[in-house]
């Protein structure tokens, strides 16, 4: 089994910054893509950002150029939000793409809310 722990929601003005947290830990073999999702109200969840285990990353569209991901050695991945909008509001979640001694699998967060509002 794999454990996400997600931090760092909160709060914030239009404009402002947060950074997202998630430790991945338990029974894990190799970790193969990290990445963040989000859901608003109502909305269906969307993609956010990848980072494999090269370090390569990706975005959407909605957020290049305003949000950066990355990742430590020790399996945890980060989401710095900058320039902040309301249309990020939303619940953000992590999603790593991971084996253990017996599968691999899709694993999720248990999601982190972010409100953006004056």
């Known amino acids: 089994q794999v454990q996400l722990v997600e931090s760092g929601g909160g709060s914030v003005q239009p404009g402002g910054s947060l950074t997202l947290s998630c430790a991945a830990s338990g029974n894990i073999f190799r970790i193969y893509f990290m990445d963040w999702y989000r859901q608003a109200p109502g909305k269906q969840r969307e993609f956010v950002a990848r980072?494999?285990?090269?370090?390569?990353t990706n975005y959407a569209d909605s957020v290049k150029g305003r949000f950066t991901i990355s990742r430590d050695n020790k399996n945890t991945v980060y989401l710095q939000m900058n320039s902040l909008k309301p249309e990020d509001t939303a619940v953000y979640y992590c999603?790593?793409?991971?084996?253990?001694?017996?599968?691999?699998?899709?694993?999720w967060g248990q999601g982190t809310q972010v409100i953006v509002s004056s």
């Open positions: 980072i494999n285990s090269a370090g390569t």
């Open positions: 999603n790593v793409d991971a084996s253990t001694a017996l599968m691999r699998r899709d694993w």
